[in-house]
C-alpha cells in the first residue's frame, strides 16, 4: 500500500500549517514569461554542467533493521501490532517543499475496520523534513520501503524488515494429573518460532501439597530455534496440590505467567468401606445381591477396575473374576453383582479396585456367609407304628440336621392329645441327647415333629402311634393264693 505525503509550512506564525503552492505572477504577462523561462534554461544547463544532481537522503530511525515488536516494544490494536515508524529526510540541492515521500510494505495485508494509516511531515529547519507513518499490523516478518523523490529528478529507496509478535510463547508441560511416583521428572517444552524465546526471563516454580510457599526450581535447558526444551525434577508430597507454575517472555516482550500443571500425588490403594453380605451372615432364599463400596483418598477409585470373584464351596475354589455394575456417586464408587446360591450353601466373596493412580488392588480378604437352607429329620423316637399300652409312658426324641448349622428345636404335637412336648435336635451336627415321656390316649395318634431353625424354616414330619387298651386280670392266679398259704402253714408244723 502506497500513500502521499502531506506538506505542512510557516511563515510569519508559530505554528506549522498546511501549504500551497501559489501560481507565478508572470503566468498573466506571456512575454515577460517567455524571456524568463530561456534565462532560467540556460541557467540549469549550466548548473547541470557545472555539477550533477544530488538524491534526497533517506534516514529511518524507527524501526531499526531486525527489530522485533510485541507487548512491550509496540503496541495492540484489536489483536494487531501498532508499528510507529519515523523518517528523517533531507535533500541539499533541492528545496524541501519539492520533496515528495511514499511507503510501501511487504507483505501487504487487508486493513481492518477502524484501523487508519497516515503520514505527519513536519520540518525542523531548512534542511530536513520527518515524518511519521502509523500501522496496524498482524503478527508477521515485514519490510517496510520509504521512497523519497525531488523535483530534480533524484529518487532514493530506503528499506528496513521488522517482525510484529502479540502472542506470549506456547508452553507445554508433560506431567500427568495423578501420579504414584513421588519423584517425578517433568519435561517442559516453550516455543515461540516467531520472535524466539528469552531464554533469561525463564523461571520454574513449585509448591507441593504439603508446603503453603513457592520454591524455585532449576531446569536444565536446551535451546533451539524458537524453542526451548528444559527438565526439572520434582519431590511431590501425597495430596491433590502439587502445583507447577512457570514465567517466561518472548523477545517480543509478550510473556506468560502463571500455573501451568497441577498433579496429584496418591500411593494408597483404594478401600472397601461397606460391603454385603456381611461376614460369617446366613442369608435367605437364592439370589444375593452382593454389594461393595469403595473409596480412595485422592486419585478416586477407577470403576473400570473393580472386580469379584465368588466361591460356592466356602472359599476353597473361587470363580474368574467377574464385572459388576459400577456407580460413582461423591467420590464413592458402589458395585452391585447379583448371584444365585443354593440353599445350604457355604459361600463366599472377595473383591478388588485400583485407583485413578495404579495403587491396588489392596488387601481384599475374602468375605464368607452361609444360605439358609432347611433343616431335615435324622432319626426320632418312638418310631413309626410302635404300639404302648393303655396309661403306658411312652418316650419321646428327635434328631435334626441343619445345612447351615443352625440350632433345630423339635416339637412334637398328636392329632388327639394335641402339644406334647419338645426337645433340642442336632445343633452344628452334634446330638444333645433330649428326650421327653408323655402317656397318650387310647386309640390311633397321628403324631407331627416340627422342626424349626429359627431362621424361618419349619418342617414337619408325621406317623403313627397306637395306644392299646390293657388286657383284663387273669383271676386264676388268685385261686391258687389259698392252696400255696396252706402248704405254707402244712411246712411250718413238720418244722416245729
Known amino acids: ?14 505554528e506549522w500549517q498546511p501549504m500551497r503552492r501559489a501560481r507565478p505572477t508572470f503566468a498573466r504577462r506571456p512575454a515577460a514569461a517567455a524571456l524568463l523561462l530561456l534565462a532560467a534554461g540556460a541557467v540549469i544547463v549550466g548548473c547541470a554542467a557545472a555539477a550533477q544532481a544530488q538524491a534526497p537522503s533517506i534516514e529511518i530511525v524507527f524501526p531499526v533493521p531486525a527489530h522485533i515488536l510485541g507487548a512491550s516494544l509496540g503496541e495492540r490494536y484489536n489483536g494487531s501490532v501498532v508499528v510507529n515508524s519515523l523518517v528523517r529526510v533531507t535533500d541539499i540541492d533541492t528545496p524541501l517543499d519539492n520533496v515528495s515521500l511514499s511507503w510501501s510494505l511487504t507483505p501487504d495485508f487487508p486493513s481492518l475496520a ?28 515485514y519490510t517496510l520501503t520509504w521512497t523519497a523523490d525531488d523535483a530534480g529528478g533524484g529518487v532514493t529507496s530506503q528499506a528496513v524488515s521488522f517482525t510484529a509478535d502479540s502472542h506470549a510463547p506456547y508452553v507445554s508441560v508433560d506431567l500427568p494429573a495423578v501420579t504414584r511416583v513421588q519423584n517425578l521428572t517433568v519435561y517442559i517444552d516453550i516455543q515461540d518460532p516467531l ?27 536446551t535451546l533451539l530455534p524458537g524453542r526451548v526444551s528444559g527438565v526439572v525434577e520434582l519431590h511431590l508430597c501425597a495430596g491433590l496440590s502439587n502445583s507447577l507454575q512457570l514465567s517466561v517472555a518472548d523477545r517480543a516482550g509478550n510473556a506468560h505467567y502463571g500455573l501451568v500443571a497441577t498433579v496429584t500425588l496418591d500411593q494408597q490403594a483404594p478401600t472397601m468401606n461397606h460391603s454385603f453380605p456381611w461376614p460369617f451372615s446366613i442369608l435367605e432364599g437364592n439370589s444375593v445381591n452382593l454389594t461393595a463400596a469403595f473409596a480412595d483418598d485422592y486419585s478416586g477409585v477407577d470403576a473400570s477396575t473393580v472386580q469379584l470373584q465368588v466361591s460356592k464351596n466356602g472359599g476353597v475354589t473361587y470363580s474368574d473374576w467377574l464385572d459388576p455394575e459400577v456407580r460413582v456417586q461423591g467420590g464413592i464408587a458402589y458395585a452391585s453383582y447379583a448371584q444365585t446360591f443354593s440353599p445350604g450353601q457355604a459361600a463366599a466373596v472377595r473383591w478388588r479396585a485400583f485407583d485413578k493412580a495404579g495403587n491396588g488392588p489392596g488387601p481384599m480378604q475374602p468375605i464368607h456367609f452361609q444360605m439358609n437352607g432347611e433343616p431335615f429329620l435324622i432319626s426320632y423316637e418312638p418310631v413309626e407304628g410302635k404300639t404302648f399300652l393303655e396309661g403306658q409312658r411312652v418316650p419321646f426324641a428327635a434328631s435334626f440336621a441343619d445345612p447351615d448349622a443352625d440350632f433345630v428345636n423339635a416339637e412334637f404335637y ?42 424361618g424354616h419349619r418342617v414337619t414330619y408325621v406317623y403313627q402311634l397306637e395306644i392299646l387298651p390293657r388286657p383284663p386280670p387273669d383271676y386264676r392266679f388268685f385261686l391258687l393264693i389259698p392252696m400255696l398259704l396252706a402248704l405254707m402253714a402244712a411246712d411250718r408244723l413238720i418244722l416245729s
Open 1 to 14: 500500500m502506497t500513500s502521499p505525503m502531506v506538506l505542512w509550512g510557516r511563515t510569519g506564525a508559530f
Open 114 to 141: 477502524g484501523q487508519n494509516t497516515v503520514i505527519e511531515t513536519n520540518r525542523s529547519n531548512a534542511s530536513e523534513i520527518w515524518a511519521r507513518i502509523i500501522l496496524f499490523v498482524p503478527d508477521g516478518a
Open 195 to 221: 520472535s524466539d524465546i528469552n531464554a533469561s526471563t525463564i523461571v520454574v516454580q513449585f509448591r507441593s501439597s504439603c508446603s503453603s510457599s513457592w520454591a524455585v526450581v532449576p531446569m536444565q535447558s
Open 414 to 455: 398328636s392329632d388327639i392329645d394335641g402339644y406334647l412336648g419338645s426337645v433340642s435336635g442336632f445343633h452344628n451336627i452334634t446330638p444333645v441327647n433330649e428326650r421327653f415321656t408323655h402317656v397318650l390316649s387310647l386309640g390311633v395318634h397321628n403324631i407331627s415333629i416340627v422342626g424349626d431353625d429359627n431362621h
